[in-house]
């Protein structure tokens, strides 16, 4: 291991760990960078797991016992030791769950490769809070989703809350970031997929009807929480489905609906 232990919250060595809680900050500096944080000793594994590269280690000293077969897999890369008192000085909030690895972005997939063989896709709208981002990665991960694509504006999967709170399944799914929106699923449509937005409009399909139909290949967009879908998206689909409400409730959040969907939309055959 290449120990190196912190004295000074302004070490410029463990820059990648500044302000975490700088929202506005880390999602601009993160990409910009070609990095991202895994936070935790089960994210962690997990990413390196999927053969992502770490550029940093950083932790308190009681976690090094715990994670020493992942230090010596990685001889090469920087160990950064730190009281709990300085590390959460450095981050802007207390470390409880582990190390924290600096990791490199993994390069992104061409679309026209992550679609290859896919047959249920996700598609997220300027989904901003990275709690939904997190949770729907999760459900893809957990009921057989293929890939998934987010819109520009659509928060980042490999900011830390997304990652965290996904359990690392980020790294599981292969996901793109589509670069024209959404003129981009004219390309799924292409690649022989129906398109189906989840939105409540005059015309939407119970679920379980679109189920029945059983498409081959199918595309689920899913539009933010209190704005919903755009109105070009919704222009641009094949048809929109909805999940039959009871009580009076006239929606979920959005990643409660993403898991419902991808159950019951998962292929039959």
């Known amino acids: 291991m290449t120990l190196h232990y912190l004295e000074s919250s302004d070490d410029p060595r463990v820059s990648d760990y500044t302000r975490l809680t700088d929202v506005h900050l880390r999602k601009v500096r993160e990409p910009a960078e070609g990095m991202y944080i895994a936070e935790s000793s089960r994210v962690l594994r997990r990413a390196l797991a999927a053969g992502h590269r770490p550029r940093s280690f950083f932790l308190a000293e009681k976690w090094l016992e715990d994670l020493a077969d992942v230090f010596s897999d990685f001889p090469d890369v920087p160990v950064y030791i730190g009281s709990a008192a300085l590390l959460e000085d450095i981050t802007g909030f207390h470390l409880h769950r582990g190390a924290m690895a600096a990791m490199h972005r993994p390069a992104p997939v061409p679309l026209p490769e992550l679609l290859a063989?896919?047959?249920?896709?996700?598609?997220?709208?300027?989904?901003?809070?990275?709690?939904?981002?997190?949770?729907?990665?999760?459900?893809?991960?957990?009921?057989?989703?293929?890939?998934?694509?987010?819109?520009?504006?659509?928060?980042?999967?490999?900011?830390?809350?997304?990652?965290?709170?996904?359990?690392?399944?980020?790294?599981?799914?292969?996901?793109?970031?589509?670069?024209?929106?959404?003129?981009?699923?004219?390309?799924?449509?292409?690649?022989g997929f129906t398109v189906a937005a989840m939105e409540l409009t005059g015309d939407a399909v119970d679920l379980d009807e679109l189920a029945a139909r059983n498409p081959d290949k199918l595309a689920l967009v899913l539009g933010t929480e209190g704005a919903g879908m755009s109105a070009e998206t919704l222009a641009a689909v094949d048809l929109a489905v909805k999940i039959p409400m009871r009580a009076g409730v006239d929606s979920l959040n959005v990643a409660a609906a993403s898991a419902v969907a991808f159950w019951e939309l998962r292929p039959r055959d």
């Open 117 to 191: 063989g896919a047959r249920r896709v996700a598609v997220l709208e300027d989904i901003v809070d990275h709690t939904n981002v997190g949770a729907i990665f999760r459900s893809a991960a957990a009921l057989g989703v293929d890939a998934v694509l987010v819109s520009p504006r659509c928060g980042d999967p490999l900011y830390r809350r997304s990652v965290r709170v996904s359990m690392g399944t980020v790294f599981q799914v292969p996901w793109a970031r589509l670069e024209s929106w959404p003129a981009d699923l004219e390309v799924l449509r292409g690649q």
